[in-house]
């Protein structure tokens, strides 16, 4: 019995032209290394070699083989750059910066949390000073009370000596 081959493609992928062979309408290469992008294919057949690349491609399901082949050519890539960390000097660098956002985040809430208890304080300073005045004749003066009530609780909220009520 007679298998039927597929269709040889005049435009060969990028991985089947450097393997120099003939590319096939199947060829599990030619949805991911088109033949306008060669240096993906060199890039990914020169740290895994294509044959690995190939079986990799056939353990993984379809829908998810384009990432794949996104992360091996990253991969790929900074390996080629750094020999020795590969992509493991970029998630590194990575780690370093979201432990430095970390850290500012905390110092930020911290920070918050401080200027949320001296509100709470002058707001409670505040609460506590009543006008003097109730006619309108008093008015300016009980005015003129309040402000210097506020400016004397403010005042006290941020003198480095203790809080005397
Ligand atoms: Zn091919």
Do not use: W
């Not at 353990?59 to 083989?65: E, G, H, K, M």
């Not at 009543?130 to 909220?157: H, K, M, W, Y």
């Amino acid at each position: 019995m007679k298998t039927r081959t597929p269709p040889t493609l005049n435009v060969p992928c990028a991985g089947c032209k450097r393997l120099r062979r003939k590319c096939t309408a199947d060829c599990i290469f030619v949805p991911y290394f088109p033949a306008t992008e060669p240096e993906k294919f060199a890039e990914v057949h020169r740290v895994f070699g294509a044959s690995n690349v190939t079986k990799m491609l056939r353990d993984i399901p379809v829908s998810q083989r384009g990432d794949a082949v996104s992360s091996l050519v990253f991969e790929a890539r900074t390996r080629l750059k750094d020999p020795v960390y590969g992509c493991v000097s970029t998630m590194a660098a990575l780690q370093h910066q979201v432990n430095q956002l970390q850290a500012e985040l905390l110092a930020a809430r911290a920070e918050n949390a401080s200027l949320g208890a001296q509100l709470s304080e002058v707001m409670l300073l505040l609460s506590t000073v009543t006008p003097r005045a109730s006619t309108s004749a008093q008015s300016l003066e009980a005015g003129n009370s309040v402000d210097v009530a506020i400016t004397s609780a403010f005042d006290r909220c941020y003198s480095p000596g203790p809080i005397v009520s």
